[in-house]
Nanobody, 115 residues
């Protein structure tokens, strides 16, 4: 059983920053593609950002220039740096690891952007 643990969520004011972390110790982390998804109440889960095993990144248009996805293979950890946060970024954020047919999810961490 593979476990992913997210951390770093919380309440932040508009314009603030948070860094989410996703750690796993159960697999060969470096071969997996890493992605962050989010789901707001009443909305479908959406892909926010992804990074391949080779380091190529992709972002949804709404976060380009504000969010940065990264990974530290030596620490089996992925990150999502979120700057200039907006109220519409409020959601539960999920970490995802994928390789071939293997697809793993974390439990989610709440991010709330509000004054």
């Amino acid at each position: 059983q593979v476990h992913l643990v997210e951390s770093g969520g919380g309440l932040v004011q508009p314009g603030g920053s948070l860094r989410l972390s996703c750690i796993t110790s159960s697999i060969s982390f470096s071969i997996y593609s890493l992605a962050w998804y989010r789901q707001a109440p009443g909305h479908e889960r959406e892909l926010v950002a992804s990074i391949t095993s080779g380091g190529s990144t992709n972002y949804v248009d709404s976060v380009k220039g504000r969010f940065t996805i990264s990974r530290d293979n030596a620490k089996n950890t992925g990150y999502l740096q979120m700057n200039s946060l907006k109220p519409e970024d409020t959601a539960v954020y999920y970490c995802n690891l994928k390789y071939l047919i293997n697809n793993y999810w974390g439990q989610g961490t709440q991010v709330t952007v509000s004054s």
